[in-house]
């Protein structure tokens, strides 16, 4: 007589129940983005930052004196394998975040300032290119993307909350800002797009237009 099967045991052929998993899936993925980063628990960026933020602090110092190495066990790419210092990847992306900037402002950032890019975890004169950026955050970071995002939200009020200009908005009128956190997502996601565009328009665009001779 062949084993009966435990009845806590998923049928994995089963498609309904598949489906009920990737629903189930699903809702806390959405439960998750729905959760204001600055009604938890300060993370421990934001315990860090707390002792170095003041009115005089910009970003780009700020994430040069944070230590990463709490999160390097997170990195998926093995030793072996040649790949930017992982500790070095996440305080750059959290720069990133902290200034709402695009993938290309943080590759022209560091390769035009080699001391930041050192004192990150670069080689001064080697920096992350913008691609690998951009497949870092999609990649390599994936999992250690809630914690950054969520850590520059809280820095950023941190920071306003200490008169520091980390992540002061960039609209002019203070009075137009909207309120609620949905809506500062919003004008995050905005401002990024714009700066894409922007670096779209400069590494494709206008050097198109250069190339072109004048026509006779």
């Not at 934001?46 to 009115?55: F, G, L, R, S, Y």
Request: proline share 8%; no cysteine; aromatic share 4%.
């Amino acid at each position: 007589m062949g084993d009966k099967l435990s009845p806590d045991v998923t049928n994995r052929s089963d498609p309904v129940a598949a489906a009920d998993d990737s629903r189930d899936r699903q809702s806390v993925d959405e439960h998750r983005e729905n959760i204001d980063p600055l009604s938890i628990g300060k993370l421990p960026l934001t315990e860090q930052a707390a002792v170095v933020v003041d009115e005089t602090t910009v970003a780009a110092d700020l994430v040069t004196q944070l230590e990463y190495d709490r999160y390097t066990h997170e990195d998926p790419v093995p030793d072996w394998r040649p790949a930017k210092p992982f500790a070095a990847m996440v305080g750059a992306l959290l720069l990133q975040e902290l200034e709402d900037a695009s993938d290309g402002w943080l590759h022209r950032t560091l390769d035009a300032d080699p001391e930041l890019a050192a004192n990150l975890g670069f080689e001064p004169d080697n920096p992350p290119s913008r691609s690998a950026i951009s497949r870092a955050w999609s990649g390599r970071l994936a999992e250690l993307r809630s914690t950054i995002e969520t850590s520059a939200r809280q820095i950023q009020q941190l920071a306003a909350e200490r008169g520091s200009p980390i992540g002061a908005p960039y609209e002019t009128n203070a009075s137009e800002e909207p309120t609620g956190s949905s809506k500062r997502t919003v004008n995050r996601l905005l401002r990024r797009k714009t700066r894409d565009l922007l670096d779209e328009l400069q590494t494709v665009v206008l050097p198109a237009f250069g190339s072109i001779g004048p026509t006779i």
